[in-house]
């Protein structure tokens, strides 16, 4: 018996919470520190790579720099579920914790459960990882009683609306542990950028443009701009992120979640932007950047894009195959990911803006500017996207160079608010389009996310309209999908002009923007 009580006194066992990023899924973790004497070795256990096996360096430098002994004997490190392999440096402050406490050296209430996160330098200073924001968000479901993070990470609490502890170095940490634990609540506070500045008036020679991406940005629908090198179709696709409301908190939330996992930025600014994500890709960019690794369980950029803009220039010199992997995401508006025998899914839901050339020269939508390409060259150039793609593609817009009286209305035309009356409008539309979602009985959407059951009914569409927008499509070989496009559209310019029900005038404009000279299967 007392040969049993001499060896209970001589190991020393505690548990510490945390979680890190599978891709960027957040999952709770338990640390156990175990403490025995004997020759020193340092072990960590539970599937780690090599960021979290160098952490015993970093933690034994830290602990000696803040001023607290490095205990001598056996240090074994559990990191469970041991099953699933870990990544990442926002360990170490958890694994140093739980050393303090078992060595006796920082004495807390065993019963209460204790969430920790952070890298230390070897200095004692705690950084933030990436990723903070959605690991916090699932940390906050779990409950914890305690919650210790860095300073740095004061975003990523705002996100989760969490209240917990904020320190600088590992020294303060152990000495508000050793105090009572008082909180800070930490709530969301957002910046809009400030669009009034933009001036309106350099697409003012290109009317059909301007009205093409509003009636998108009211009602989320995809746009490709077709026109000639010149005409403005890269300052027109950019002009769409302006007009879109902001985001609510709720989106805030997500989208810094999501890119602060995705893209492994660290957080430097006590305020999150609740301006909607513009995505701008160019001609070299590849499948795996578009769509992202399904192996590392990395989204790309339709996932960043997520409740913004997604704009492609000059899509024709995209090499083949790569604005294909675009049409799943843009018709489910998610993006699904396996890995070990786990599915993934990510939000895809963007508006798709894209731009290109008519022709290799690009001068063939002009008369004052000969086209040298031949019809077989410009049909060859034209094929390059798919007409998959096109299908769904909701708004076709001809760009052509501004005339004489477009370049003086550039020139003298004054645009003063008028970024911000297109934007009340779109708010205002947006509001109109949810309530009638919300008054059928389904999640709120735009008219572009509608899925395509019982459109008829939402959408106050007669037999008059639906036989008027069938013998449209019939006469110009639209598909079934460029159907249900053209009467979405026709909503969205309804509730622009303050339309109960959908008007033939509605459908007529509608069809203006689908009836395109580009592509593969033009009509």
Known sequence: LEKERAMSTKYSITTVFSSFMYGIVAIPVQIEVYLTPGINTFDILGLCDSSIMESRGRIRAAL?????????????????????????????????????????????????????????????????TPGGALRLSCAKKENYDFYYLPS???????????????????????????????????????????????????????????????????????????GSPGCGKTMAGRLIKLLLPPLSNDEVCEIF?????????????????????????????????????????????????????????????????????????????????????NEYKFPTNFIFVGSTNPCNCGNYYEKKSKCTCTEAQRLRYEQKISGPFLDRIDLFCEMHRVDNDGLKQIAFTKTDGEIRFLKEKVAQCWLVQKERARQAGIEECLNGQMVEENLVEIFRADKRIIEYCADMSTLYSCSARGFLRLLKIGRT???????????????????????????????
């Not at 699933?84 to 209460?112: E, H, M």
């Not at 609740?274 to 578009?290: E, M």
Request: glycine share 6%; aromatic share 8%.
């Open 64 to 128: 000696v720099a803040s001023g607290y002994s490095f205990p001598h004997g056996h240090i074994t490190i559990s990191i469970s579920p041991s099953y699933i392999k870990k990544a990442g440096t926002n360990f170490d402050l958890p694994i140093a914790i739980g050393i303090l406490i078992a060595s006796k050296q920082v004495r807390i209430n065993c019963s209460k459960k204790l969430y920790a996160e952070g890298e230390l330098s070897l200095d004692g200073q705690i950084k933030a």
């Open 152 to 226: 740095d990470q004061k975003p990523s609490c705002k996100c989760a609306s969490l209240s917990c502890s904020l320190n600088e170095t590992l020294l303060d940490c152990i000495e508000s542990m050793k105090r009572k634990y008082c909180p800070i609540k930490y709530s969301l506070d957002t910046v809009e950028e400030d669009d009034e500045n933009y001036d309106v008036s350099i697409i003012k020679g290109q009317p059909k443009a301007l009205r093409t991406l509003f009636i998108s940005a009211c009602g989320w629908h995809n746009v490709l701009l077709v």
């Open 257 to 341: 979640a999501l890119n602060n996992a995705i893209s492994r930025t660290l957080e430097s600014e006590d305020s999150i932007s609740a301006s909607r994500p513009f995505r701008y890709v160019i001609q070299d960019t590849t499948t795996s950047i578009l769509i992202g690794s399904n192996s590392k369980l990395k989204p790309g950029e339709v996932v960043l894009a997520n409740r913004g803009v997604l704009f492609a220039d000059e899509l024709c010199e995209y090499k083949k195959g790569v604005i294909d992997c675009l049409r799943q995401p843009m018709e489910d508006r998610l993006i699904t990911f396996n890995k070990d025998g």
């Open 493 to 523: 310019i309804a509730d622009i002009e303050g339309h109960k029900d959908i008007e033939q005038s509605d459908i007529a404009e509608a069809f203006s923007y689908r009836n395109r000279e580009f592509g593969v299967g033009k009509y």
